[in-house]
């Protein structure tokens, strides 16, 4: 450490040092780390009005995580089944999510890197960018105008007189994941772009020459060239899903929760700081745990996550 | 494939060079081109009906049916006090998260060239977990440990703990310095250290040589990196939300609004935010290609900007479109427009209500004065076997049936209390 330290300030003087070292221990130190164990702090205690902090009362507890398995002391039904299936069914819709927007953004990807040229993929690109300008919030409301009640597709199709009945698409839930998957389009393309356009065409030729169908040459060259894109891509979009509250605010039916939404309701509708900080917390674990497995599973590191 | 280089988005693949015969190829190339087109559409549809509805003097923001051509929309943004609070507290949280990034990710991309190897995966690994975190877990630590620091201080309310903005500059300085760090790594990458070594051996200092030769080479990454962050931090939600307490940003207040009422004004921040981005884009995409070429050819001066750069021609026709359309705004007025809509609905309500009594008079004729209460008002929408059920078996036998309560969708009109004679509205 003090070889690391001397060698610092010899190889760049002492101004460059000390600037290099205090942004990365501020930086480290008051944004990153500390918050984070404030936050744990928080959810291990009990959610006590402020004339009663520090005092006797004042003592670590996982009640906070009990009531997110269990429920309120005394529950009937054993499990605290609201909030485990609110958790499940943002785990199970952001992977939905997530799987949908590989799929759609493969094609798009692979056609960018490998045939588009020129203008063309100049224009493509720019295409791709300009949506992202704009706000998330603006985005989720465009799918309200468009899934709504009175919306376009209702409107529509009662004027065809397809139905007599607005469809509830806001209900059903189709509005979210439509706005879900649209709002991470562009987090999925561009690790899939890079990945896949470092691929030497040479290799698709001699795949194209020995015979491949054009499925095989993508399962067995391209997708396995492009894995660590895939991976970053997928993860990316997965962390965001999970973690997305504007979406699912505008856009969630009214009996459908997202779990950050519940996180969002214990400290601003029912004021319990300690609650909420223990569901955040558990929502950073779900997510790390996810990202090392995606790393373990599909054997990236995570230097190539992020680029 | 390179031989068709695209001119526009669509047309390009959907017409591939017919040069052989339809071969398996062919077919795959069909399906690439059209897949774009569905794809673009996906991309490019809600933002278009969006700006549609903008500018449509429905209240209801809706793209169909269209009623009249209104920039009402426009204004009643415009006059948003929250908004324009939003706006300036935005930009005063822009400014701080810029240099606050900006710095932080620029110490902590040079530190990365520092490091010795064996430590170096658990820095960055750290470093980068900001972007990997949910936003509101972000916040959330911010807000608690902040609060925290400001308990144990004994701090009053009124301090800097306690100020949203001020805690919305860390949260968000917390993962916007990561995209810096990125980006300055880019371009270190870039940089040959040895530039460096040769000016310490001329006997530069070491700050000398931050200022006159690294800091130079970094200033486009410093430009591009402060844009980043300021976008970052504009549309940021999910940090913002927890942090900002009682004050607002614009992106909390938009959420807001799109989240309780519904609102064509919403559109109308988004048609403006859609404009102004594409300018942006275009601008800047035909600024690097008039750069590209002045270093080739050395033509200078706005000609050669615009020539064979669609890109330029784009952004500046864009501009000169939206000043149009302010200029029209200022002149269109929408109010006989919107008059003669309303007086149509009026008149279909009327005719409604007319044949409404039309049948309400027939059946009395044909039941006898006692059957006053209308049966299952509710049923049939208008137009369409409407009050079908009135002659069924049953309401004949003068049975008992039970009210249904009128239909929200359509209020007032077959409400029980609009058959009655005389109850105009």
């Given at each position: 450490?003090?070889?690391?330290?001397?060698?610092?300030?010899?190889?760049?003087?002492?101004?460059?040092?000390?600037?290099?070292?205090?942004?990365?221990?501020?930086?480290?130190?008051?944004?990153?780390?500390?918050?984070?164990?404030?936050?744990?702090?928080?959810?291990?205690?009990?959610?006590?009005?402020?004339?009663?902090?520090?005092?006797?009362?004042?003592?670590?507890?996982?009640?906070?995580?009990?009531?997110?398995?269990?429920?309120?002391?005394?529950?009937?039904?054993?499990?605290?089944?609201?909030?485990?299936?609110?958790?499940?069914?943002?785990?199970?819709?952001?992977?939905?999510?997530?799987?949908?927007?590989?799929?759609?953004?493969?094609?798009?990807?692979?056609?960018?890197?490998?045939?588009?040229?020129?203008?063309?993929?100049?224009?493509?690109?720019?295409?791709?960018?300009?949506?992202?300008?704009?706000?998330?919030?603006?985005?989720?409301?465009?799918?309200?105008?468009?899934?709504?009640?009175?919306?376009?597709?209702?409107?529509?199709?009662?004027?065809?007189?397809?139905?007599?009945?607005?469809?509830?698409?806001?209900?059903?839930?189709?509005?979210?994941?439509?706005?879900?998957?649209?709002?991470?389009?562009?987090?999925?393309?561009?690790?899939?772009?890079?990945?896949?356009?470092?691929?030497?065409?040479?290799?698709?030729?001699?795949?194209?020459?020995?015979?491949?169908?054009?499925?095989?040459?993508?399962?067995?060259?391209?997708?396995?060239?492009?894995?660590?894109?895939?991976?970053?891509?997928?993860?990316?979009?997965?962390?965001?899903?999970?973690?997305?509250?504007?979406?699912?605010?505008?856009?969630?039916?009214?009996?459908?929760?997202?779990?950050?939404?519940?996180?969002?309701?214990?400290?601003?509708?029912?004021?319990?700081?300690?609650?909420?900080?223990?569901?955040?917390?558990?929502?950073?674990?779900?997510?790390?745990?996810?990202?090392?497995?995606?790393?373990?599973?599909?054997?990236?590191?995570l230097g190539e996550i992020g680029r | 494939m390179s031989q068709h280089s695209a001119a526009t988005v669509d047309a390009a693949p959907a017409a591939p060079p017919v040069r052989r015969a339809w071969t398996p190829e062919t077919t795959i190339r069909v399906f690439v081109g059209a897949y774009i087109v569905l794809f673009f559409a996906y991309l490019f549809g809600p933002l278009i009906i969006m700006s549609i509805t903008a500018f449509n003097s429905s209240s209801f923001p809706r793209a169909v049916p269209w009623e009249c051509l209104t920039f009402e929309w426009f204004a009643k943004a415009a006059a948003d006090d929250r908004l324009r609070m939003g706006l300036r507290n935005a930009a005063v949280i822009g400014a701080g998260v810029v240099s606050l990034s900006v710095t932080l990710g620029l110490a902590g991309a040079l530190f990365l060239t520092q490091v010795w190897p064996r430590a170096r995966a658990t820095y960055y690994t750290v470093v980068i977990s900001p972007i990997l975190m949910p936003g509101v877990v972000l916040g959330i630590s911010t807000l608690l440990f902040w609060d925290r620091i400001a308990k144990t201080l004994g701090a009053s309310t009124d301090t800097l703990f306690y100020n949203g903005i001020f805690l919305t500059i860390l949260g968000q300085s917390c993962f916007i310095s990561s995209y810096c760090m990125l980006v300055f790594i880019a371009r270190l990458q870039r940089f040959d250290m040895g530039l460096v070594d040769a000016a310490l051996d001329l006997g530069a200092t070491n700050a000398q040589a931050f200022r006159k030769i690294l800091l130079p080479f970094l200033k486009p990454a410093v430009g591009s990196a402060a844009v980043l962050a300021f976008l970052a931090s504009f549309e940021n939600y999910n940090t913002t939300v927890f942090t900002i307490s009682h004050y607002n940003t614009f992106t909390t207040e938009v959420a807001q609004k799109a989240r309780l009422g519904i609102d064509p004004s919403i559109s109308s921040l988004a048609v403006v935010i859609i404009v102004l981005s594409l300018i942006g884009v275009l601008a800047h995409e035909g600024w690097s290609r008039y750069a590209a070429r002045r270093e080739k050819t050395g033509a200078r001066g706005p000609g050669a900007f615009f020539r064979g750069n669609p890109a330029a021609i784009m952004s500046a026709l864009i501009v000169v479109a939206g000043l149009g359309t302010m200029w029209a705004a200022q002149h269109h007025s929408a109010a006989a427009c919107k008059a003669e809509v309303l007086q149509e609905k009026l008149e279909i309500q009327r005719r409604l209500r007319e044949e409404a009594a039309q049948r309400r008079l027939e059946r009395q004729q044909q039941q006898g004065p006692a059957e006053s209460v209308p049966a299952r008002s509710g049923i049939g929408s208008p137009g369409r076997g409407t009050f079908g059920d009135v002659f069924s078996p049953e309401s004949l036998r003068g049975a008992p049936t039970p009210t249904a309560p009128a239909e929200p969708r359509t209020p007032g009109v077959f409400s029980p209390d609009t058959l009655r004679p005389g109850t105009g509205q």
């Open positions: 450490m003090t070889r690391l330290l001397a060698g610092l300030y010899h190889r760049n003087g002492a101004g460059m040092a000390t600037f290099m070292l205090a942004g990365v221990a501020f930086w480290i130190v008051f944004l990153i780390v500390l918050p984070q164990l404030a936050m744990l702090d928080f959810s291990l205690r009990y959610d006590l009005p402020p004339a009663r902090i520090g005092g006797p009362e004042d003592v670590y507890t996982f009640d906070n995580y009990k009531f997110f398995l269990f429920g309120h002391p005394g529950n009937p039904e054993g499990w605290n089944f609201v909030d485990l299936r609110v958790f499940a069914r943002t785990i199970v819709a952001a992977a939905l999510v997530t799987v949908l927007n590989l799929a759609i953004c493969y094609p798009i990807a692979y056609y960018l890197a490998q045939s588009a040229s020129g203008a063309g993929a100049r224009a493509i690109a720019i295409a791709l960018i300009v949506p992202y300008w704009i706000n998330e919030i603006l985005r989720a409301f465009a799918f309200r105008i468009i899934f709504g009640d009175a919306g376009v597709i209702n409107t529509v199709l009662k004027l065809l007189g397809l139905v007599d009945q607005s469809i509830d698409f806001i209900r059903m839930d189709v509005a979210l994941y439509a706005g879900l998957t649209y709002a991470y389009l562009l987090l999925m393309i561009f690790p899939l772009y890079n990945a896949i356009e470092s691929l030497d065409r040479n290799q698709l030729e001699a795949a194209r020459d020995l015979g491949a169908p054009w499925w095989r040459i993508h399962w067995r060259v391209v997708i396995p060239f492009a894995k660590p894109g895939i991976t970053s891509g997928c993860t990316m979009v997965f962390m965001l899903a999970a973690g997305a509250l504007a979406v699912p605010q505008v856009l969630g039916g009214p009996s459908s929760l997202w779990f950050t939404q519940l996180i969002y309701q214990s400290f601003f509708d029912f004021l319990n700081w300690a609650r909420g900080a223990a569901y955040a917390v558990i929502l950073l674990v779900t997510c790390t745990l996810v990202v090392l497995l995606m790393m373990r599973v599909f054997k990236v590191r | -």
